[in-house]
């Protein structure tokens, strides 16, 4: 299993841009990478998953380079409502039937007025 | 579509005694898991299922027994509870093996404490 390693706390203000690292040195072929969201008192919840370059949606983007042993969350224009724990994890989705998913120790994103 | 429901929301329990946190998902997914949080701590796996009749140990599995049911039920059983187990119990559910967008859905949580 890959292991991931993350900052353990970030802050930033309303209205900027949030990059969160993580990485992921032994990531495996099959690998995709997954990224999640906790707020306080509540069960994680996903955000984005990619496998190469850069994928998109309406709350963020995930940019992993050639050689897949990083990626980063960016989460444009952020408010107070982002305040949260982000969590990155590296599994195979296809082959891992239902297989092991290991949680690393997040990223704590304090976002300040 | 409830999602992943686990039951009950808050439990006081004294050290010896035992129980049963419930978990039950309606989205027909293959894989079910056990994780819990401990105060300003990340998810320690405890133990999964990745599919009916199947259950393997995670990273943190003493003290603790699973039943996968059936298809919808993933169950947690602390035999003998002790104060180290005072934590949140999250029990998650896996969309099907074998498509690309692979996430987790996780209940609402468990919060137990040992005294």
């Known amino acids: 299993l890959a292991k991931t390693t993350q900052p353990i706390s970030m802050d930033s203000y309303e209205g900027q841009e949030v990059n969160i690292t993580c990485s992921h040195n032994?990531?495996?072929?099959?690998?995709?990478i997954t990224w999640y969201q906790q707020f306080p008192s509540q069960g994680p919840r996903f955000i984005i998953q990619g496998y190469k370059t850069k994928v998109t949606n309406e709350v963020a983007s995930l940019f992993i380079p050639a050689d897949r042993k990083s990626s980063t969350l960016s989460l444009p224009r952020v408010s107070l409502s982002d305040t949260a724990v982000y969590y990155c994890?590296?599994?195979?989705?296809?082959?891992?039937?239902?297989?092991?998913?290991?949680f690393g120790q997040g990223t704590e994103l304090s976002v300040k007025p | 579509n409830a999602g992943v429901t686990q039951t009950p929301k808050f439990q006081v329990l004294k050290t010896g005694q035992s129980m049963t946190l419930q978990c039950a998902q309606d989205m027909n997914h293959n894989s079910m898991y056990w994780y819990r949080q401990d105060p300003g701590m990340g998810l320690r796996l405890i133990y999964y299922?990745?599919?009916?009749?199947?259950?393997d140990k995670g990273e943190v599995p003493n003290g603790y027994n699973v039943s996968r049911l059936n298809k919808r039920e993933f169950s947690l059983r602390l035999e003998s509870a002790a104060p180290s187990q005072t934590s949140v119990y999250f029990c998650?559910?896996?969309?099907?093996?074998?498509?690309?967008?692979?996430?987790?859905?996780f209940g609402p949580g468990t919060r137990l404490t040992v005294l």
């Open positions: 299922s990745a599919s009916e009749g199947t259950t």
């Open positions: 994890l590296v599994g195979d989705p296809i082959y891992n039937q239902g297989g092991k998913l290991i």
């Open positions: 998650a559910s896996r969309t099907p093996d074998r498509v690309i967008t692979d996430t987790q859905y």
């Open positions: 032994n990531i495996a072929t099959n690998d995709y």
